[in-house]
């Protein structure tokens, strides 16, 4: 006689071998992708960290030695610091832009809305190196519109990329490239909200104001902390625009201005391949931390509204 | 983009959940031939977009070159003329490169050269040592700077040629042409363009203000107050983004910065305080904060376009400079512009010096699979008449080559930038005759870099001239002594 147990245990058991490998193949095209593109290299590299050559030396294992080095080498923390002081400043100002085009293109409901949607967005929509290119020549003071602008005021321009001014005139292409990304973001998010909360808000006497802080801002915050991380590591690996601005800088952007810039110069111009994998990983820990703090801080509040 | 791509990871990764109960539904219900039906299909069409993905290597090479002498340093730019000759791949940037490797391959049954661009100078370096810490992926022959050479010898990465036949050649160039690229008894590359020194001027702009061609560093500094003082434009530039040009000058006034040989690659002595080079930065200082040279940094819209409207009066250059300018826009024609030769100015009169900014070479890697044969093609690539006058005529190079510096067809050329003045032997050839080289340091990029970082000072004023080289003399020697050198 059978064990009906045993029947019905046979093909659970083969379910169970079966489905993993299944589902692996499934993610195969993929996994394969992230294993060769990015787990490999990213391994590659952290194993080249714990290596360290000098130019007249042979490869001696170091271990954390390399890193040691790194969060004592004034060149990157001068980089760190910059980027964080970057972060900061930057961070708000996006955030404060984007919001409040979101919140006034989600109260418009004219046609001038989607054009207006479309013109904030469009500097997205263009290359990073191009968009720096192009304000590398606005801030120019030979080709620029600033010159004739002070003219008028018999003012003489400023140096927008001299030593003093890059931050700000660095701020002011990150914001330009940025907060319509950011934008269609908080917007999407404002759509997804139910009207009819709107409605019950209104019948309980809640203007234009009030709806748009005390219910869409509330509703939306977690696309918010979402920009804001993504701001924070953007911000963290800054790279493209100082870098393309570099040629023209007067010497403002020195090869250890940002710590990627620092990790690029190390491995692409000064041969050591060592020591810039362990700066990247460096900025990698830094990057994790901050992200975690941030985490961690917005974790209570959030929590209650979600 | 990274981003992007860990946070979609992340995203698949965190809901293992979901996907394992829709497949298990999906094939509770079934039978057990259904299911293997199924995962079949799922093992084909996985592996059908795995080969889509494996199509899209770079593996597929449009030269054809299966015969290559080299094969990993990508497919050819140019059309191969002899298809059974073996092949040497070569990396280069000259504007004109292109005409020149056709008429190469033209003229050679015995090889071929298979070119391609790497990206201009900073990017090719860039490329050409990450080949070699790679140990593969890099060309035959490499276009290098004489000032990258010794660093690039000290990675392994270029063949001593005095092994394989560089001493033919050796005639064919002047000793300082060939002091930089020699160490010791060792060749690693061959000369092509070089880049002797002078001050090019505005003839124009010098008879508006009364002002006489300097021909010492006092008369240049008093030449750049008259202008100054009768409202003229900047007599010149003093650009954080040139150290170069910088050491050049430095060299000009008995700076003899590094004590170095390939052979006995752990020494290194390093002297960049001298009071010769003092006097240099103090000079320049000097200048800058008089208000008396501009402070721009070079090789962009900004200073072409300032030295095409007349925002400059001279610009101390190098032999380059006007085939530079005419393929950047600051033509003569036009804007009134009358640009004329000078030889350098110098401190001493009675013993000239003459120095030199940029130029380049070619050199074979020791990655190249038929070293005798590269090393050919390195000597031989830009050394015909033909290859030579193509080079000329189109003003991409200044010849290193003594057939072309020699011959009377190059040094009576009028040249069309300089209104017809015959600048190859009235400066450029004498400057280049007289030159006796220079030897460089096996890390000039991060020499450069940290020579950047002490103009910015001096121009700033942070620091006297004086105060930036003795400290660029200590930061260089720790960097040494930290890449593991010992330093004399």
Redesign the interface.
Known sequence: MTNPAAVLRAPSRRRNLRRPWIGWLFIAPFGVIFLVFLVAPLVYAFYLSLFSKGLATGTIFSGAGNYVKAFTDPEFLSGIWFVIRFAVILIPIQMAVSLAAALVLDALTTRLSRFARLAIFVPYAIPAVVGTLMWGFLYSPTFGPLTDLFKVVNQSAPEILSSGNIFGGLLNIVVWQWAGYYMIIIYAALRGIDPSIYEAARIDGAGPRQIAFRIKVPMISSAMALILVFALIGTLQFFTEPQVLRPISNGSITSSFTPNIYAFDLAFRFSQFNYASTISFSLGIVVFIAVYIFLFASRKRRGGLS | M??F??SS?VR?LSH?TE??TA??RF??RREPFT?KTK?LL??VS?GA??AT?AGCSPDVSAGGSTDSAGGDAGSCSNTIVNKDAPQVSVWAWYPNINTVVDMFNKSHDDVQVCWSNAGQG?DE??KF??AI?AGTGAPDVVMLEAEVVP?FI??DALVDLSEHGADDVKANFSAGAWKDVSSGDSVYAIPVDGGPMAMIYRADIFTKYGITVPTTWDEYAAAAQQLKDAGGPFMGDF???VPAWFTALMTQNGQKAWDYESAD??KIGIDLNDDGSKKVADYWQDLVKKGLVD???Q????YI??LANGSYATYVSAAWAPGYLTGAGASTEGDGAEWKAAPLPQWDPANPVSVNWGGSTFAVTTQAKDKDLAATVAKELYASDEELQDGVDTQTIFPLNQKMLASDAFADTPVKFFNGQTANKDVYIPAENAYEGYTYS??T??YY?EL??S??SI??GSKSGSESLDDLQKTMTDYAK????TVK
């Open positions: 990274v981003t791509i860990a990871a698949l293992p996907s394992a497949s298990s094939f509770f299911v995962s799922a093992v996985a977009l795995l993905l900073a370096y860039a040592s990450t810490a660093g000290l990675q650009g954080s983004n690659p752990q402070t721009k940094d090789f962009n819209t900004d376009g300032g096996p890390f990029t991060y870099s950047t970082k103009m910015v121009i700033d930290a890449q593991g050198f």
